[in-house]
């Protein structure tokens, strides 16, 4: 067992970083991207919160190779320095991926949207305000974070004294390969945590409002969100077309990870049955 141990930590901490990215992609990790299709319909690639749209590019490539327009915009806030999140409001991101949703939906006959991790929760209230949108695909999306009540109790507290917090990294599965956390903020404001679990909890409200096709996607070892997180998702989603999949050994991020492309596969079918 603490071979077992010391072998995950050691991949964790002795790992090439270089081989996690094309250092060629240096100038464009914090960069919204836009890949014009020509198949006319488009996808709205939505990136987790206080990382970048690099970390759905890769995905944003397929789709577009497919014959899709593919857009990742960069939310507010990040993409720069975790100052900048101190007083963005996740209404602010909303905002943003309304406007940017509109100008799709006016040149393609579909828009889907994609997101994942909090960019799943910000997908379910743009879903809401777009019943026109032709599917959703939820990456990891929270239902709840794991002690949530606690933890935001604790952040509230917290930030009186220590505006600032820094990640914690656990040795699980698929986090050594991931390029996500290489290109994510390391530390971030406390105060954009609990913006964070302000839009979970609203976006769950909006569960039985979603009534687009849906295709939600976890790690079966997510260490950030609790296990029977998807299935209530699933459950509550008003939606008649609903699938759900589990993928082992990944990150919460898994969408960024070389090793899970197979996803892509997934998503694309997905996309093609609406």
Known sequence: MVRKIFKSMKSVLLNDTRALYN??????????????????QAVLLIHGWSSTPYEVRKLGKYLNEKGYTVSGPQLRGHGTVPKDLEKVKWIDWLDDLEEEYDQLREKYQKVFIIGTSIGANLSVMLASEREDTAGLVLLAIPYKIKLEKLAIIFAKSLSFFKPYNTKFYPPTFGIAENPTRLISYQS???????EAFELIKKSRERLAEIIQPVLLIQSASDHIIGKKSMEKVYR?????????????????????DPKNNAVFDNIL?????Q
Not at 269 to 273: I, S, T
């Open 236 to 256: 509550e989603l008003g939606s008649e077309k609903k699938e759900k999949k589990y993928i082992r050994r990944a990150y919460h991020s898994f969408i960024s």
């Open 23 to 40: 250092p060629k992609d240096r100038d464009i990790l914090n960069k919204s991207f836009f890949f014009a299709g020509d198949n006319g």
């Open 269 to 273: 079918d997905f996309l093609e049955k």
């Open 188 to 194: 971030y404001p406390i105060k954009s945590a609990i």
